[in-house]
């Protein structure tokens, strides 16, 4: 591998786009950059109480170029004039209309503050009726059209989304030529697509969030949308009949945009995939260890060699697909809708009163200091089988079993109850939710032999991974990279430039390792035991209650 050869890796987060450069031959990042939604930002578009979160591709668009501009100037010419290849991750299911052109309605001047023409970002919940409804129809099939993606259909996915900004919007619904998803969309806008029909979808999004599979020969037939609603008809003919893994080429970067980024069309743009698939990637994911990517909520992947996998059905996930994550292996996805939300709504809660400070310096320094000062003092709590419990369910359930009417709950609060023990609560919470997710992988015969930490979260929260550690009663490594998901597209660029023969052979040579790891403490694995019984028994009052 030559020392001049660079790859591109740009990561589509829920707050902001981070690009990263690394060298091909040993994973080195040379330079990265993060690009803040503006408009996110400031609350466009959302309506939080209504579940409703839309993001405005302009975001996405300057997001862009700001980071790989940013990067090849940090990076210099040199650099610049040896990118091979550009790969792209985003959040999912995230998907848009666009017209025949492939360009997201919200783009144009008739629909460009309208937020049913923009991104739909996963966590929006505006369709949890259409979500419902799907269920329930695809009982009356004799095919089970969902047993791919766990039996159960859920509102951050593709068709639920889709159905609601029809029904909700018959001029969006008019309008619109195709339904794409974000990761689909980046990379036919680097090679310049102009025709809807050039869109390359990847296997990833498909698979996980379209209820696309080679079993059904692609889509469920049109009698399962037409008959779920007529608004539906025909709909399928207007998506790819094909799916691409992403070791895969969309194309060569366009002359539009080799110019706007300041690279040569020399270079390779990559079947785009889902954050946490790429990320696994990046945090060089082995067979049965499950790769956790912890921000704002989680992605749990797990890799089985498709001989090993047989014709197993793992309820209750939110997919398995083959070579969503590594060509040539089922890759198994599960999460929780709220991990670091759940942290962020709690900091956000208690510092209501610094709004009335005059010094902005002020309520910016003590805002940064509250989640470690809370973890410190959560560390140093007493573990009491009477302490506070709740259950993390604040966005929904993502799985096992997905639910987006389940709600968030603490109980067991007295007069003595302070954040640093609410807090605990929370973190607990959040790792029994994830406690669940292994346990459902072992209950429907997937091992899962030991746990990877990428993402913000586990870099940053050693207390936060000590109960993690403690909870699941094995150990979790963390690894090195500051960018997993950036640097997983990286390694996908390098492969799809032809610098690698396979995706595995790009991720043993550039992946840059683990700089930490947690073991379980003993006397704490027999509490947090207990406790994980009595957080499945709240979390079945809670559903037992809706």
């Known amino acids: 591998m030559s020392q001049y050869a660079y790859v591109i890796g740009v990561d589509y987060g829920s707050d902001s786009v981070r690009s990263v450069i690394l060298n091909a031959g040993n994973g080195e990042e040379v330079a990265a ?20 979160f839309r993001q405005h591709p302009l975001d996405y668009v300057e997001g862009l170029v700001h980071t790989v501009k940013e990067c090849l100037e940090k990076a210099g010419p040199e650099v610049a004039r040896n990118v091979k290849g550009i790969s792209v991750d985003t959040t999912g299911s995230t998907p848009v209309a666009v017209d025949a052109t492939g360009t997201p309605l919200a783009l144009s001047a008739e629909f460009a503050e309208n937020p049913n023409a923009m991104f739909v970002l996963w966590k929006d919940h505006t369709s949890i009726k259409e979500a419902d409804e799907i269920n329930r129809h695809a009982a009356k099939f004799d095919t089970n059209y969902l047993q791919y993606v766990g039996g159960i259909y859920s509102s951050e996915w593709f068709w639920a989304k889709l159905l609601h900004v029809f029904r909700e919007d018959e001029k969006v619904r008019n309008a619109t030529a195709s339904w794409v998803e974000h990761c689909d969309w980046l990379p036919f806008l680097l090679t310049g697509g102009k025709d809807v029909k050039d869109i390359k979808r990847g296997v990833c999004s498909a698979g996980h969030k379209g209820i696309w599979s080679e ?25 790819p009949a094909d799916t691409y893994t992403a070791d895969l080429a969309a194309g060569n970067l366009s002359e539009k945009w080799a110019e706007k980024l300041g690279l040569s069309t020399d270079v390779i743009v990559g079947i785009g995939a889902f954050d946490a698939h790429m990320g696994a990637v990046g945090g060089q994911i082995e067979p049965y260890y499950l790769s956790k990517v912890m921000g704002t909520s989680t992605c749990d992947m797990l890799v089985v060699p498709v001989e090993e996998f047989g014709d197993k059905l793992v309820r209750g996930i939110c997919g398995q697909v083959h070579g ?35 010094d902005a310096d002020l309520q910016k320094t003590i805002g940064s200091k509250i989640i470690k000062e809370l973890s410190e003092a959560a560390a140093k709590l007493p573990l009491h089988e009477e302490d506070e419990l709740a259950v993390d369910w604040l966005n929904g359930r993502r799985t096992p079993d997905a639910s987006q009417l389940m709600k968030g709950a603490i109980m067991g609060l007295n007069l003595g109850s302070d954040a640093p023990a609410i807090f605990k609560a929370l973190v607990e919470a959040s790792c029994f939710g994830a406690r669940a997710i292994v346990d459902r992988f072992i209950s429907e015969g997937v091992p899962v032999k030991g746990l990877i930490g990428v993402g913000g979260v586990a870099k940053k929260s050693p207390y936060i991974m000590q109960v993690m550690a403690d909870v699941m009663n094995m150990p979790i490594k963390i690894h090195k990279s500051e960018q997993t998901c950036a640097a997983g597209a990286a390694m996908f660029a390098a492969t799809v430039a032809g610098l690698y023969p396979s995706v595995n052979d790009a991720m043993k040579a550039m992946g840059q390792g683990f700089d930490a790891e947690y073991h379980p403490i003993p006397e704490n694995v027999a509490y947090y035991a207990k406790r994980m019984k009595q957080y499945e028994a709240f979390g079945k009052f809670i559903e037992e209650s809706i």
Request: with cysteine; hydrophobic share 45%; charged share 15%.
């Open 33 to 52: 950059a993060v690009f803040e939604y503006p408009r996110w930002k400031k609350g466009l578009y959302c309506n939080p109480a209504a579940n409703q």
């Open 215 to 239: 079993a059904f020969g692609g889509f469920p037939p049109n009698d399962f949308f037409a008959s779920l609603d007529p608004l539906l008809e025909g709909f399928t003919s207007k998506l």
């Open 324 to 358: 969503s994550v590594i060509p040539g292996m089922i890759g198994l996805e599960a999460g929780q809708s709220a991990f670091g939300d759940i942290y962020a709504w709690f900091k956000h809660l208690i510092s209501w009163p610094l709004q009335f400070l005059d």
